[in-house]
């Protein structure tokens, strides 16, 4: 996407003020959690989250796994929002404190020929992974470590210089880029793309940025987008698709507040008048 068409938009909807209004950080956040679970399967709305996350009613007909994951899932951004506003730096048990959050209630022991580990504590992988049968083979679990201390350093160099020289488009740049290195990694058995998302919006937040998702209907070309830049080992593939599924969502949200600002002008409160 155009450099300044992004920024076009980033600006008319930080001047409508969403982020002011009540409760908009809070739904936001429970819109995010809904998508990035529904991309790994998860059926919950958001409708059922809400009313999970803030009446504690469980949606018919869901299972408990779902569930289970959604409710990890908010703890650990909720987790992840206080360490971004404390600027904490990024290091391995930071990692993997964030993904025993993620991994809380539906992790739990794997046995494997290089000993046991639990993914529900955060632990990284000591098995090799693939996406699915037949699908790309990731990193042997022994490169890992090395590759995520390089992952923080790196990550953590460019963020120091962006909180110092605010640039929103680089700041953008940089949580997408993480993003898409830590799941190319995939330190963990599970739980990697939620991870990923949640590094993303844990940058965004410490930037001051808008947050930005990947909505489960554009699960398909996420994957897409995400499969050639690993194949081409080029950002520039992931980085197009983010900057454009940020700018589509903003760009309807703007359009839908401009809708309902429409319609309360155009519907007048009544006038009586005594005859």
Not at 17 to 45: C, P, R, W
Not at 75 to 103: C, D, N, Q, W
Not at 240 to 246: A, C, I, R, T, V
Request: charged share 30%; aromatic share 10%.
């Amino acid at each position: 996407m155009d450099k300044r068409k992004f920024l076009d938009i980033l600006e008319e909807h930080n001047r409508l003020g969403f982020q002011k209004q009540i409760d908009y950080n809070k739904y936001y956040l429970y819109s995010i959690v809904t998508h990035s679970t529904a991309i790994e399967g998860s059926t919950m709305t958001e409708v059922d989250n809400q009313l999970l996350f803030d009446e504690g009613l469980t949606a018919k007909g869901k299972n408990i796994i779902e569930q289970n994951m959604n409710l990890d899932l908010k703890a650990a951004y909720e987790r992840s929002m206080e360490l971004a506003e404390g600027h904490t730096p990024f290091s391995i048990g930071i990692l993997k404190h964030l993904a025993s959050l993620v991994m809380r209630r539906t992790g739990g022991e794997v046995n494997g020929l290089a000993g046991s580990f639990d993914s529900s504590r955060g632990d990284l992988r000591l098995v090799n992974v693939t996406a699915g049968a037949g699908g790309k083979t990731y990193m042997n679990f022994q490169k890992v470590p090395h590759k995520l201390e390089d992952f923080c350093w790196e990550v953590n160099e460019r963020r120091k210089d962006l909180l110092e020289n605010p640039d929103i488009y680089e700041q953008y740049k940089l949580s997408f880029i993480a993003h898409l290195r830590l799941v190319t990694i995939h330190p963990w058995v599970d739980g990697n793309g939620r991870m990923s998302r949640l590094i993303m919006n844990h940058l965004q937040h410490e930037f001051g940025l808008v947050p930005s998702k990947v909505l489960k209907e554009n699960k398909g070309d996420y994957i897409e987008a995400l499969k050639k830049s690993q194949e081409e080992k080029s950002e520039v593939p992931f980085l197009n698709f983010m900057f454009e599924e940020h700018a589509r969502n903003l760009q309807k949200e703007i359009e839908n507040y401009k809708l309902s600002m429409g319609n309360d002008e155009v519907i007048q409160p009544q006038r009586h008048f005594r005859r």
